[in-house]
């Protein structure tokens, strides 16, 4: 046997943890902008949760607070929606796997391509294809509570989801304060 053992080089992966709740539709879809307004390419944003729980309005948010040309719909029967930025003409994918079960089928889909892409992409049900995700991504399990609230924990995988999960921290923090000034 020579050298180190393999597992002492491994670098650690910086991860980051955020739990937090959201009382209504509006104010899910009001933390969904505070995070489109972080966004950069290649972020990858997995938003994971029961039919109904939040994934689409959280997704609305990210849409109207990242700057989408067309507000974001439920990609449900589409599958696939690909929306442009007009300002800096910046895309942006928005992904629902709940009716992808096969790998065979994401290739046809074009998934492979997006993913691979450096655009932003937003995903709902990604843990129906586990296996072709990015290691590195922002995910989101929303939760949802008997009381019509739902509970959110995100969890950030690699350096520059961790930053932004940093980012997202202290604008919700701003948000709850009364300081957030949309644009700012
Ligand atoms: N606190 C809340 N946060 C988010 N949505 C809420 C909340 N309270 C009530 N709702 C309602 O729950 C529904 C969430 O629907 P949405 O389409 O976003 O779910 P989804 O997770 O995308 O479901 P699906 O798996 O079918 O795609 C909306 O009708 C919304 O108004
Ligand atoms: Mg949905």
């Not at 955020?18 to 950069?40: D, P």
């Not at 074009?110 to 995903?123: F, N, P």
């Not at 950030?156 to 701003?174: F, K, S, V």
Request: charged letters at 25%.
């Amino acid at each position: 046997m020579q050298g180190i053992l393999p597992e002492t080089r491994v670098t650690a992966v910086r991860q980051g943890e955020l739990h937090t709740k959201s009382a209504t539709a509006q104010r899910t879809e009001a933390m969904g902008a505070a995070l489109g307004e972080l966004l950069a390419p290649g972020d990858v944003i997995c938003l994971s949760g029961e039919l109904g729980a939040g994934k689409t309005v959280f997704s609305r948010g990210i849409g109207a607070g990242w700057g989408a040309a067309v507000p974001l719909s439920s990609p449900t029967y589409n599958l696939v929606h690909e929306h442009d930025r007009p300002d800096d003409r910046a895309r942006l994918y928005h992904l629902d796997f709940y009716r992808i079960s096969a790998a065979r089928e994401a290739e046809t889909l074009g998934v492979y391509e997006i993913l691979d892409s450096r655009d932003i992409v937003i995903l709902e049900w990604p843990e129906r294809l586990l296996d072709i995700l990015p290691a590195e991504r922002l995910w989101i399990d929303i939760v949802m509570r008997e009381d019509d609230g739902r509970d959110l924990h995100l969890t950030a995988q690699g350096e520059r989801h961790a930053a932004l999960l940093d980012d997202l921290r202290q604008a919700l923090g701003a948000m709850r304060r009364g300081t957030h000034v949309v644009g700012d």
